[in-house]
T-cell receptor, first 112, second 117 residues
Framework: AQRVTQPEKLLSVFKGAPVELKCNYSYSGSPELFWYVQYSRQRLQLLLRHISRESIKGFTADLNKGETSFHLKKPFAQEEDSAMYYCALSGRGSSNTGKLIFGQGTTLQVKP | GAGVSQSPRYKVAKRGQDVALRCDPISGHVSLFWYQQALGQGPEFLTYFQNEAQLDKSGLPSDRFFAERPEGSVSTLKIQRTQQEDSAVYLC???????????????FGPGTRLTVL
């Protein structure tokens, strides 16, 4: 079965503390993994994707195929990072439509 | 430039009514997706269009749900005989890529919040 699991509904940290948002997936094949973010009163937007291997707003995520995980990390949280974060996957191949399978989301709350 | 727009932003329907939700994708985007997001959940895929062709409707929960994109741009999601369990935010997303192409970023609209009483 294709599934994305985000075990934490809420993660609350103080400003300057490290952040790790967990994501595990189940997929038969080799998926593409993404993190999407939704700030308050804004629309859902792409934060980063694993094949880009880039850091966006100080966030990074490493795909661990052995553990089927794609955790999102940031060494020092900022108040403006407070948002809802969704982990998602998409299949690959000529028949793949690009549809996304999302996790349930984790609310990150960064306290001053 | 203009992003994906959706209308109406909010819709209240009585159980049994039909509703139509509109999506205006980014101009020139080939692919269009509809997702349903229930309260406290992540978005769930409903259906996919490549231009005017509906290539995947595997996520539509029942035959009360119908989507179209007749000219390959604007899309409408129609729900017939609405039920309380249809209450959700309906998201539309568009992307420039074709099916099978290297993943193209999906650009989401603000969503339509449907409440069925």
């Amino acid at each position: 079965a294709q599934r994305v699991t985000q075990p934490e509904k809420l993660l609350s940290v103080f400003k300057g503390a490290p952040v790790e948002l967990k994501c595990n997936y189940s997929y038969s094949g080799s998926p593409e993994l993404f993190w999407y973010v939704q700030y308050s009163r804004q629309r859902l937007q792409l934060l980063l994707r694993h094949i880009s291997r880039e850091s966006i707003k100080g966030f990074t995520a490493d795909l661990n195929k052995g553990e089927t995980s794609f955790h999102l990390k940031k060494p020092f949280a900022q108040e403006e990072d407070s948002a809802m974060y969704y982990c998602a996957l998409s299949g690959r191949g000529s028949s793949n439509t690009g549809k996304l399978i999302f996790g349930q989301g984790t609310t990150l709350q960064v306290k001053p | 430039g203009a992003g994906v727009s959706q209308s109406p932003r909010y819709k209240v329907a009585k159980r049994g009514q039909d509703v139509a939700l509109r999506c205006d994708p980014i101009s020139g985007h080939v692919s269009l997706f509809w997702y349903q997001q229930a309260l406290g959940q992540g978005p769930e895929f409903l259906t996919y269009f490549q231009n005017e062709a509906q290539l995947d409707k595997s996520g539509l929960p029942s035959d009360r749900f119908f989507a179209e994109r007749p000219e390959g741009s604007v899309s409408t999601l129609k729900i017939q005989r609405t039920q309380q369990e249809d209450s959700a935010v309906y998201l539309c997303a568009s992307s420039p890529g074709f099916r099978g192409s290297t993943y193209n970023e999906q650009f989401f609209g603000p969503g339509t919040r449907l409440t069925v009483l």
